[in-house]
């Protein structure tokens, strides 16, 4: 398989695998909660290496002291993996030019794994800031837990979350408008698009600017190529964005 990092990730990301012979490795083993089917990682920036990784021969058929981080991102099928790239190398940027509060920003992604034996894995994966020193990044802390219920069609599912949510995730709509990608805040009030409501009823809903609806729903037309909100709606039900 060929990585293509994006071009920021790329100054960060090593092949050197964690050592669960040292003593911080056992003391993350017994001190971070893991539920069944789900791999844990913690990377560091500052060491430039993993640091711990639990749950990989579960989840990838990867034991946990030979998996890296190259071979996590590098794993993701092929039709899911430019937009993986891009979002950890978009999502990377706007946390690092950030300097407060780092431990409470985190993305999600739906996409799925290939496992070492060759099937596919569909994946839920949240990774966030693990710890800070001075205002920047040291570590982040990335969890893959199999799910069973996804629906995968070709559209990428996503999610930001911490003390900027809005701006953090309109700026990742803003570069990853080139896919074909929905993020929970577009999904959210498309739902209730779906639902009847008039945009003055979904910014009231949820407690919202009429502009910040505009700003969710207005560029699904152009990224998906849809001609009017009924339009937008059918291909949400086609395309599994809506249950």
Known sequence: MNME???????????????????????????????????VYIYSFKEGKM????GWEEVVGYKDEEINMLAIVNMSAPDFAPFSHDLNDKA????????????????????KKIHKDGHL??????????????????????????NRSLIFGKIMRYAAYGPEKETF???LNKMLFA????????????????????????ARELKV?????????????????????????????DNNILP
């Open 51 to 54: 640091i711990f990784a639990a």
């Open 169 to 171: 995730e309109e700026e």
């Open 179 to 202: 896919h074909l990608a929905i993020s929970d805040k577009e999904k959210e009030a498309l739902s209730l698009v779906a639902k009847g409501y008039s945009f003055k009823e979904i």
């Open 5 to 39: 990092l994006g071009d920021y990730s790329k100054n960060f990301i090593t092949d050197t695998p964690a050592d669960p012979e040292t003593e911080r490795y056992q003391y993350f083993l017994k001190s971070i909660p893991r539920f069944p089917e789900e791999a």
């Open 92 to 111: 990377l940027r706007f946390i690092h030019n950030k300097t407060e509060n780092l431990e409470q920003y985190s993305f999600t992604i739906e996409l």
């Open 209 to 237: 600017s009429h502009s910040a609806i505009d700003k969710r729903i207005i560029p699904l037309y152009k990224r998906f190529d849809v001609k009017s909100l009924t339009h937008l709606v059918s291909f949400a039900y």
């Open 121 to 146: 894995v569909p994946i839920l994966a949240r990774v966030g800031v693990y710890s800070s020193e001075e205002g920047k990044i040291t570590a982040i802390i990335g969890r893959f837990q199999i």
